[in-house]
């Protein structure tokens, strides 16, 4: 049984690895405080939760129609004119199985074999691997931190080539945790629509976002670009739903009519009962939210203090997400327990071996320069993950 | 829309989305519709696997990730129900992976074995997914026909040795959709063999396994000996406990088939939703009594149906499994004709033979998936448009 060769084009996790050996010392009895998690340690609301009960006893276990229920669509589309200042119809939203499959969608639709995806690194594993599937190539861009990991516009321009398809951005983003302005927002979207070029516009982790920094969605800026634009939210980071898997999309109507026909050939409708959930979260109350966010701030914060006092970390003030994502290559050449550290994986081997603590290696994001740290964990365990850490890189 | 990609733009539109277009503009046109179209349990999700969900729902780990290949305790289910069921050892570790229902697994097989000019062996009448699947992959469509002088299963000697020599994957299915035909004493075997002859993939699709009626037990194809190194088998608690909504099904069999496909799902879902997990589990593990009223059920609108049918003209071996029935269109109609005729006519949805292939023509399914009221009503329907068919 020979493979297809866009089965052997996948790559491994490179975050795997970690993760593998974080749960082989947790199994053979040691604590590992895990900075490595990509979700909130939160649980869902009630209100939600009982929502979804409410809907099992109603009834709710049939197939629902492929691109979600109605009533689901049209919350959506309320948020997205509440929230993002965004006019959508119902008939421009398809509700998915998680974002990432709103992503897969969104790419299989729009991306044909031999074109050119734009992403800017770091970037998260799954979009060069969702572009790969569908047989096209993705042109990585590098930001810098000086920039705080943005793109510029000129970064874009200089990659364009006649088979560029489609940027992805990602804003607030995740592993760095960058909020893009509205100015920024703004002027990528004139070289886009100059371009001529799509956007998928990766919004999930929108409502985690601090200092009073404001999220804006490039559809939003301008009716052209909004014609071109492709925008993946859902329920799991703002409401603790991660494991309920619900994300949509929303998209010019051609394009939402294309992903309904590609859904309802691959999945069908996803999990009715999450739906009522998800209608329930978006249309309930948003306490919850505002608590959750106002924890991950206060953490924030202090992750941020403590690391500034580890001599050699370098860390930028991200404005979103739950994300700190570190430059730790003041740490190549040297020695430390008897291993020389040449990049942040291994630095993220070391930290697991000698303090106990797993973060995530820039490698994972394509930059392995850097760690990733989140702190979607207790504050208990932050202060003694970050203790853990200065003991080991200061001696 | 040139925006499209052309893999997106060459799918047909899927069968039942079409159908369901059709009857909600036949509702807003004031017609009293009865659907005898879409196979969607009309029955409950039994109680005792609701009160699980309910529970699970509270459970704080299942407020997160689930990981993409499934719990091991879900896995470790459905290998034990193999092993009560079928005789069949499967190792939850290595040869089982969850699904958003078995369509996503058959929707995206094709991505793991299927190069842009590859052969897939398609069964012609079939679940549309097969073909699809192939679609996206750029896949060649090779269409086994299914006839009703061959029992409806293939004829495996008919596919030129060539076309097999280039085949990847061979999809079946039985019990099977859209025809209620089951498979035969020695079939299976004879799959094995021009499977490994010719190194192909057998994907068998058992969504219907546990519909069946008066003794009848459909066989796995991993009951046959060595089918475990050449095929997979899919499956769902969709059919069996009434749980379309829920999307919760798995692929089973071969090691090496099942890393592939669960690696390559992990980058297109992050799983199936734990609660739901646990769902399955308790059907799975249950007291399986509500499979065998629910077949009840399906058994007693089955003979209401060949009863009401016989009247009107149609002569019918009744059928062991499935809750579907496999119908030829009356002289002077087309399936399209035909499906049209009873809309318009009856209020009557059923599914035109050639929305599963060109070997469907001539042909129509209905589904017995709704209540024993509305199913009569239908059929009385029937019998006042149609009067007495001829063939």
Request: proline share 6%; glycine share 8%; with cysteine.
């Amino acid at each position: 049984m020979r493979l297809s060769s866009r089965a052997m084009g996948i790559s491994p996790s490179p975050t795997l690895a970690v993760d593998a050996r974080a749960k082989e010392l947790a199994s053979a009895g040691e604590r590992i405080i895990n900075f490595g998690v990509g979700e909130p340690d939160f649980d869902t609301p009630e209100n939600i939760k009982e929502a979804a009960a409410q809907a099992m006893s109603r009834g709710m276990t049939k197939y629902t129609p492929v691109p979600g229920i109605l009533e689901l669509r049209k919350a959506i589309c309320e948020k997205l004119f509440k929230d993002n200042g965004l006019e959508y119809q119902p008939g421009e939203i398809v509700v998915s199985c998680g974002a990432k499959h709103s992503l897969y969608n969104a790419i299989q639709v729009l991306v044909e074999e031999g074109d050119e995806v734009i992403v800017p690194a770091p970037y998260w594993v799954t979009y060069v691997e969702q572009i790969k599937l569908a047989g096209a190539k993705p042109v990585v861009i590098q930001t810098r931190p000086e920039n705080g990991f943005k793109i510029l516009p000129e970064d874009i321009v200089q990659a364009l080539s006649p088979d560029t398809r489609l940027l992805i951005l990602n804003t607030p983003s995740n592993p760095t945790g960058s909020v893009y302005t509205v100015a920024e927002i703004k002027a990528l979207a004139e070289v886009l629509i100059t371009a001529g070029i799509w956007v998928l516009s990766d919004e999930i982790y929108e409502k985690l976002i601090y200092d009073g920094a404001r999220h804006t969605s490039i559809a939003a800026v301008s009716p052209e670009i909004k014609e071109r634009t492709i925008v993946v939210n859902g329920v799991s980071k703002a409401y603790a739903m991660t494991g309920w898997r619900i994300g949509y999309a929303a998209a010019p109507a051609g394009v939402a009519k294309a992903m309904t026909g590609l859904q309802s050939h691959c999945t069908s409708n996803p999990d009715s009962i999450a739906q009522a959930a998800a209608l329930e979260a978006l249309r309930g109350p948003q306490q919850s939210l505002s608590t959750m966010v106002a924890a991950f701030a206060e953490r924030r914060e202090y992750i941020l203090q403590r690391l500034d006092q580890v001599p050699g970390i370098k860390c930028g003030r991200p404005g979103g997400a739950f994300y700190v994502f570190p430059d730790v290559s003041a740490y190549f050449g040297r020695r430390l327990n008897h291993t020389t550290v040449a990049s942040g994986t291994d630095l993220a081997a070391l930290l697991l071996e000698e303090a106990k603590v797993a973060v995530v290696p820039g490698a994972a994001f394509g930059d392995d320069r850097f760690v990733r740290i989140s702190y979607a964990t207790s504050f208990e365990n932050i202060k003694e993950g970050l203790n853990r850490i200065a003991t080991v890189l200061c001696g | 829309m040139t925006d499209i990609a052309r893999r997106v733009q060459n799918l047909p539109p899927y069968l039942f989305a079409r159908i369901e277009q059709l009857i909600e503009q036949k509702k807003s046109e004031g017609v009293d519709v009865i659907s005898l179209g879409i196979g969607d349990p009309d029955e409950p999700t039994p109680e005792h696997i609701c009160r699980e969900a309910a529970r699970q729902i509270n459970v704080r780990e299942n407020h997160q990730y689930p990981s993409s290949a499934g719990m091991l305790a879900y896995r470790s289910a459905v290998a034990d129900w193999y092993a009560r069921r079928f005789g069949v050892w499967v190792d939850p570790k290595n040869e089982v992976v969850s699904l958003i229902g078995s369509k996503e697994g058959i929707a995206h097989i094709s991505w793991c074995f299927v190069d842009p000019g590859d052969t897939v062996l398609v069964p012609d009448p079939g679940y549309p997914v097969y073909a699809g699947g192939t679609i996206l992959a750029g896949g060649n469509i090779h269409c086994l026909p299914l006839l009703p002088e061959n029992d409806y299963l293939p004829r495996l000697e008919d596919i030129p040795s060539d076309t097999a020599r280039k085949a990847k994957i061979l999809f079946l299915n039985y019990p099977n959709n859209p025809t209620a035909a089951v498979t035969r004493e020695g079939f299976f075997d004879e799959v094995v063999r021009f499977a490994r002859e010719y190194d192909i993939l057998v994907c068998h699709d058992a969504a219907y396994i546990d519909v069946s009626f008066e003794g009848y037990r459909p066989p796995s194809f991993l009951e046959i000996q060595g089918a475990k190194e050449v095929g997979i088998e899919f499956g769902s608690v969709s059919k069996p406990y009434n749980m379309t909504g829920w999307r919760c099904g798995w692929a089973v069999g071969n090691k090496h088939a099942i890393e592939v496909l669960g690696r390559l799902k992990s980058n297109i879902d992050s799983g199936v939703f734990q609660a739901v997990q646990y769902a399955a589990i308790a059907g799975l593990n249950g007291s399986q009594q509500c499979v065998s009223r629910i077949n009840g059920v399906y058994r007693k609108r089955r003979d209401m149906a060949l009863a009401a049918l016989g009247e009107i003209g149609w002569d019918i071996t009744p059928t062991k499994a499935t809750f579907y029935l496999w119908l030829k269109v009356p002289k002077g109609f087309t399936s399209e004709s035909f499906a049209e005729h009873l809309i318009d006519r009856a209020g009557v949805v059923v599914t035109p033979g050639t929305g599963y292939g060109n070997y469907g023509a001539g042909y129509f399914r209905i589904s017995l998936t709704l209540s024993d009221a509305l199913l009569q009503e239908a059929l009385k329907r029937l019998k006042s448009t149609l009067g007495r068919v001829s063939f």
